[in-house]
């Protein structure tokens, strides 16, 4: 089992940038393909962004396309969230999840992953 500790959140204005980060267990990170997910109280969890293994390919939902950017590196075994122009709307609990695979592609589904973290809070102010 792979751990993931995120770290990075905090209490910030509408309009601010935030670095999410994600440490990864294990030696063969460049295996793992990765993805963001995110919980508001009293919602669902959403997919938020995912990243393939080799950093070739990401995906974004809707929401936070043009705003999120997924990144990967494989020498730090870290994946990070950059969220610019905050939104209220963004405010969650946010979680890393990843899973080993031999293929170049992204997943979106939750059910996809296998391994998650505890997640860390982003909270915007309006």
């Known amino acids: 089992q792979v751990q993931l500790v995120e770290s990075g959140g905090g209490l910030v204005q509408a309009g601010d940038s935030l670095r999410l980060s994600c440490i990864a267990s294990g030696r063969a990170f460049s295996m793992y393909a990765m993805g963001w997910f995110r919980q508001a109280p009293g919602k669902e969890r959403e997919f938020v962004a995912a990243?393939?293994?080799?950093?070739?390919?990401?995906y974004y939902a809707d929401s936070v396309k043009g705003r999120f950017t997924i990144s990967k590196d494989n020498a730090k075994n870290t994946v990070y969230l950059q969220m610019t122009s905050l939104k209220p709307e963004d405010t969650a609990v946010y979680y890393c999840?990843?899973?080993?695979?031999?293929?170049?592609?992204?997943?979106?589904?939750?059910?996809?992953?296998?391994?998650w973290g505890q997640g860390t809070q982003v909270t915007v102010s309006s």
């Open positions: 999840a990843t899973r080993i695979t031999p293929l170049s592609r992204v997943y979106r589904a939750s059910g996809d992953y296998n391994s």
């Open positions: 990243i393939s293994r080799s950093s070739d390919s990401t």
